[in-house]
Structures are given as structure tokens and as C-alpha cells.
């Protein structure tokens, strides 16, 4: 079993940057693959980006490749998530997950662990 706790997130105005990051205690880290979603008020939870557990492959929500950045350090137990050039859209609360079942994953439900999620608000 594997704890997560999300932080970074904040207030910023479009075009501006954050790094939200990920604490993870617990197992192993680098024995799951670990993912980013988001959710907006009144909108269901969507994939924003997956990386397998060495950090060698990525993947992202096509509409959001380019301007987001995952990637992790297993030897401080963290994930992150760098997003640049922030929209009014990206506003949600974001929330990291890990899984066992493989690292391609895009559906919340394959996913075993959740955090608590970090809110992101950004001013247009």
C-alpha cells in the first residue's frame, strides 16, 4: 500500500507556471506506475498524464503534450507535474494516482491509489 499527498498547487494567472509534486510513502515507489488527473467543477475526472515506474516512458492527454511535463525522482519517493503556459481551462483539482496493473493506464478505476488532490486555480 502506497500513500500519496499532492502540494503546489495555487493561484496563477494565464501564461503562468506551477510544479505540483507528490509525496509518496508507504511501499516501494518505484513499484507502481503513477499518473496526473484532473477534475473541474461539475466535469468528470480526466487523464492528464502517466509515466511508467523507471520514469523512461510518458505519456500525455493530446490536447495537453507541450505544455505539461511529468516525470518522477524514485529516489525521493516523488512525482511531479511541470504545467507552463496555464489556461483558464486548466483550473481543476489535480490528484496523482499509482497502479500496479501496468503504466499505459488512462481510466481512474486502474488505478489503486489516490491523493487527496491540490487545487489549481488559473485567472483569465
Known amino acids: 500500500q502506497v500513500s500519496l499527498v499532492e502540494s503546489g498547487g495555487g493561484f496563477v494567472q494565464a501564461g503562468g507556471s506551477l510544479r505540483l509534486s507528490c509525496a509518496a510513502s508507504g511501499r516501494t515507489f518505484s513499484s507502481y506506475a503513477m499518473g496526473w488527473f484532473r477534475q473541474a467543477p461539475g466535469k468528470e475526472r480526466e487523464f492528464v498524464a502517466a509515466?511508467?515506474?523507471?520514469?523512461?516512458?510518458?505519456y500525455y492527454a493530446p490536447s495537453l503534450k507541450g505544455r505539461f511535463a511529468i516525470s518522477r525522482d524514485n529516489a525521493k519517493n516523488t512525482l511531479y507535474l511541470q504545467m507552463n503556459s496555464l489556461q483558464f481551462e486548466d483550473t481543476a483539482v489535480y490528484y496523482c494516482?499509482?497502479?500496479?496493473?501496468?503504466?499505459?493506464?488512462?481510466?481512474?478505476?486502474?488505478?489503486?491509489?489516490w491523493g487527496q488532490g491540490t487545487q489549481v486555480t488559473v485567472s483569465s
Open positions: 494516482a499509482a497502479t500496479t496493473k501496468g503504466w499505459l493506464l488512462l481510466d481512474p478505476p486502474e488505478y489503486d491509489y
Open positions: 509515466i511508467s515506474r523507471g520514469g523512461g516512458s510518458t
